[in-house]
């Protein structure tokens, strides 16, 4: 990865969900608001200060450049797209979770 790009793996199973009443809500369902989406990070690059292989991060899927390596989907974002990071690494002492 180069300069500030985040690498994060797609969650196949995130595309569709079922309500508290057990319907399932497929992906292609139109949402009045748009959807963030939690994806755990799989490379940075040098210039990323505030996340690191194996944080989970939140971003807005819509503005997602998705590509495949090996057969598998990842997508390609700025640090600056992140929303919030969830890190194990900062221990009991914080949340870990950065808004």
């Known amino acids: 990865m180069l300069h500030d790009r985040i690498l994060v793996e797609v969650d196949r199973e995130a595309g569709e969900r079922r309500s508290s009443g057990g319907?399932?809500?497929p992906a292609t369902a139109a949402m009045g608001a748009r959807r963030l989406t939690w994806s755990k990070v799989v490379a940075t690059g040098p210039q990323a200060r505030a996340?690191?292989?194996?944080?989970?991060?939140l971003f807005d899927g819509a503005e997602k450049a998705e590509v495949?390596?090996?057969g598998e989907l990842y997508v390609v974002m700025r640090?600056?797209?992140v929303h919030?990071?969830?890190a194990?690494?900062?221990?009991?002492?914080a949340t870990g979770l950065y808004l």
Do not use: P, Q, T
């Not at 996340?51 to 991060?57: H, I, L, M």
């Open 23 to 25: 319907i399932v809500i």
């Open 51 to 57: 996340v690191v292989v194996g944080d989970k991060v």
């Open 68 to 70: 495949e390596v090996n």
């Open 79 to 81: 640090e600056r797209d």
């Open 84 to 86: 919030a990071v969830a």
């Open 88 to 93: 194990d690494r900062l221990g009991d002492e």
